[in-house]
């Protein structure tokens, strides 16, 4: 299971992050850009992400994931296309020299969090 050590990754970028700001600001929602190139299923991301943040200052926040579908461009036919399954061939000559275009992705793209109230 890779998604066990890539969440845990998450986890700890998205810790270092909330380090910075004030204390007892809340976590409430981590927005994830994730590519299908990657080949991790996001159900799976979740999955590990709640389990990691059972407990921590991480608690009680969400993972909300962005999925990507692979674009790539056949070197062949000079094609676009979207990747719809998990095989690396061009759908249309069948060529497997292809440039990925997008859904490599794998990026933090947003932390929402609630500030402290003053004096609180
Ligand atoms: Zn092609």
């Not at 299971?1 to 910075?20: C, D, F, G, N, S």
């Not at 159900?43 to 407990?55: D, K, P, R």
């Not at 200052?57 to 990747?83: A, H, N, Q, W």
């Amino acid at each position: 299971m890779h998604e066990l050590a890539v969440t845990q990754e998450i986890v700890r970028a998205v810790e270092e992050e909330m380090v910075k700001l004030p204390a007892r600001t809340r976590l409430v929602k981590v927005n994830l850009l994730l590519g299908q190139l990657t080949g991790y299923v996001p159900a799976s991301i979740e999955f590990c992400y709640g389990a990691l943040t059972e407990s921590g200052p991480l608690e009680g926040s969400r993972l909300e994931i962005d999925y990507r579908l692979g674009r790539v461009r056949c070197k062949k036919c000079d094609g676009e296309f979207t990747l719809d399954g998990p095989y690396f061939i061009c759908p249309a000559c069948g060529g497997r020299d292809l440039t990925v275009l997008n859904g490599k992705e794998l990026l933090i793209t947003g932390l929402e969090v609630e500030e402290p109230e003053e004096g609180a």
